[in-house]
């Protein structure tokens, strides 16, 4: 089905209105299916993606605040996300060597283990866009980058 049937709207003031939509359409299914993904392992969208982020970085360890920075979404609770991931033995949190201020947090073994299992189970993600092919898929990122350009 196409955005007018699945939303029952058939006017749009414009291909860009529609596109807009669309996008904004496209991400909560797609995120609904990332909760569905995650929620046999007991994570969030969130706790996910900073854990995604420390394995980038692993071994050296990162900043709530270098966290932020690399979040997909910006209006996250680092703090609190990475708490929660400390009570699940996923990350560590150690005093910044270097700054006493500050706080070092890094995956812990359990944590690179949950996103290898996890990795395994990736191609079930991948299939919701298995409608595009590889050349469409990055045609389709290029496109979302150009969007964003403007800023």
């Known amino acids: 089905m196409g955005l007018s049937e699945d939303i029952k709207q058939d006017k749009f003031r414009s291909n860009r209105q529609k596109a807009a939509i669309n996008i904004i359409y ?12 995650l929620a046999d392992d007991d994570l969030t969208l969130q706790q996910f993606n900073v854990l995604r982020i420390l394995r ?9 605040l270098q966290i932020r920075e690399r979040m997909l979404d910006k209006m996250s609770d680092t703090s609190r996300i990475v708490d929660r991931l400390i009570k699940k033995e996923l990350v560590s949190k150690k005093t910044c060597k270097m700054d006493k201020r500050l706080v070092d947090i890094c995956i812990t073994g359990s944590g690179l283990d949950l996103l290898d299992k996890l990795d395994a189970k990736s191609s079930q993600i991948e299939i919701h866009m298995g409608s595009l092919s590889e050349e469409e898929a990055g045609l389709l990122s290029n ?5 964003r350009a403007r800023e």
Do not use: V
């Open 143 to 147: 496109l979302l980058d150009k969007a």
């Open 56 to 64: 980038g970085s692993y071994p050296a360890p990162l900043s709530t």
């Open 26 to 37: 496209t991400n909560n299914w797609l995120s609904e299916r990332m909760r569905d993904f």
